[in-house]
């Protein structure tokens, strides 16, 4: 079944915590993207990665990191510098020269 | 220049009506004007996209209007169901490029019986 995987669906993370949530696809796209929604807002962009070993960052990149070590897989960290880190992140890619970003199911984080 | 506008913010249909949501851009290097649904705690969901070389693209009920001189581009939801209360985005972006997809802050669409 080909898609984008995102998990865990629902975080719970105490302050200070670092926290890793998973995108893996099996679309065989070469661009991956990360983005933070909050409520009633639009799409942030936070990180994006072009080809494996190689990632760029976003508008928002400040408190988080990610690794690009396989095409499948996006891995983001949320790290305890990100002040205001509860929101729902989307996973997204995009194959060459089609324009069209496919997104994941989004995995929701709440700090406590 | 990157920016993409999007109004309005949030709408109100009746079922049957027609739903209009405008975005604007600026960078005229721009060519590829996707609009994304999204239902609650999904991911955005690909519903349909223009290239600037026509004024209008049609798919069912969802029809993009394309204004290149005005560098604005619209979506028209015709006989606008309850089915349809999502929140729409549109983008911009250029093909050739795996750069950023600017996004508009998007629409919150509701449509009552």
């Known amino acids: 079944d080909g898609g984008i995987t995102q998990s865990p669906k629902y975080l719970f993370r105490k302050e200070g915590q670092n926290v890793t949530l998973s995108c893996e696809q099996n679309?065989?796209?070469?661009?991956m993207y990360w983005y933070r929604q909050d409520p009633g807002q639009g799409l942030r962009l936070i990180y994006y990665?072009?080809?494996?070993?190689?990632?760029q960052k976003g508008d928002i990149a400040e408190g988080y990191s990610v690794s690009r070590e396989k095409k499948e897989s996006f891995p983001l960290t949320v790290t305890s510098a990100q002040k205001n880190p509860t929101a729902f992140y989307l996973c997204?890619?995009?194959?060459?020269?089609?324009?069209?970003?496919?997104f994941g199911e989004g995995s929701r984080l709440t700090v406590l | 220049q990157q920016q993409v506008k999007q109004s309005p913010q949030s709408l109100i249909v009746q079922k049957g009506g027609i739903s209009i949501i405008n975005c604007a851009y600026e960078n005229t290097a721009f060519d590829y004007f996707p609009w994304y649904q999204q239902f609650p705690g999904k991911g955005p969901a690909l519903l349909i996209a223009i290239r600037p070389d026509v004024s209008e693209k049609k798919e069912g009920r969802f029809t993009i209007s394309f204004n290149k001189s005005a560098k604005q581009f619209s979506l028209h939801i015709m006989d606008s169901q309850p089915g349809d209360s999502a929140t729409y985005f549109c983008?911009?972006?250029?093909?050739?490029?795996?750069?950023?997809?600017?996004f508009g802050p998007g629409t919150s669409l509701s449509v009552i019986p």
């Open positions: 990665s072009q080809i494996v070993n190689d990632f």
């Open positions: 997204a890619t995009q194959s060459r020269g089609s324009g069209e970003l496919f």
């Open positions: 983008a911009a972006s250029i093909l050739t490029s795996y750069d950023k997809v600017i």
């Open positions: 679309l065989n796209h070469d661009a």
